[in-house]
Structure formats: C-alpha cells, structure tokens
C-alpha cells in the first residue's frame, strides 16, 4: 500500500469520523485494550526507505518487518539501541512505536520513542 493511498483511507474515515484500527503485522493485538474501529492493513507500507551506516541513521516505512531492520543494521555491524520484543514474526517497526516496547536495554539506552 503506497503512503498515497494510506493517506486517503484515513482522510476518508476521519470525514465519516469513524475509529481506525491499524495493523502491520498483528504481533501485538494481544498489547493493551481490545482492538478496535475499521481495520486499516498498514503492512503493505513497508520498507527501508534510506540508511547511512555512517550517520547511524536508518529511515523505514511502518509495516516493515522488524526483522528486516535488524537484518539491515547487522551486515553493518550496527544494532538497534533499544530491544523491542518481537512477539511472532509478523512485528514490523511500527508496532514497535505503536507500543512503545523498548526492552530491557532501557534504562540505560533510553525508550524507542526518545
């Protein structure tokens, strides 16, 4: 799904102002309260957008699968600073942000929203 039409499904559903229920991967609808709205399948966006080992800067699209990230920053020798749970193989970035799950590393690597 491009960003285009993610854009328009939620314009839509926003001028109906009906509830949306975002899903990537689904590895973590059991996080939280029970799920609910219009499910909007987010785990099309996907991707790496950019990364430049260098900088240590990595940009993806939502419904990219977590492992896939992590895959990334290790043929760099890289890693991520946080350690989110991945809860099945479906976990994309986005759930990780959605959840705010930042593993045990927190406190002293910081959350993955800092």
Do not use: N, W
């Amino acid at each position: 799904m491009t960003a285009a039409e993610l854009r328009e499904r939620i314009r839509e559903a926003a001028g109906r102002r009906a509830a949306l229920c975002l899903r990537g991967g689904g590895s973590k609808d059991f996080y939280g309260g029970e799920p609910r709205g219009e499910l909007l399948e987010a785990g099309g966006h996907r991707g790496i957008v950019d990364y430049d080992p260098t900088e240590l800067v990595l940009t993806a699209r939502g419904g990219t699968p977590l492992a896939e990230v992590e895959s990334a920053l290790a043929a760099q020798d890289q890693m991520l600073a946080f350690e989110p749970p991945h809860f099945g193989r479906g976990a994309t970035l986005g759930g990780c942000v959605a959840a705010g799950l930042s593993g045990p590393r927190r406190a002293a690597a910081g959350a993955l929203r800092d």
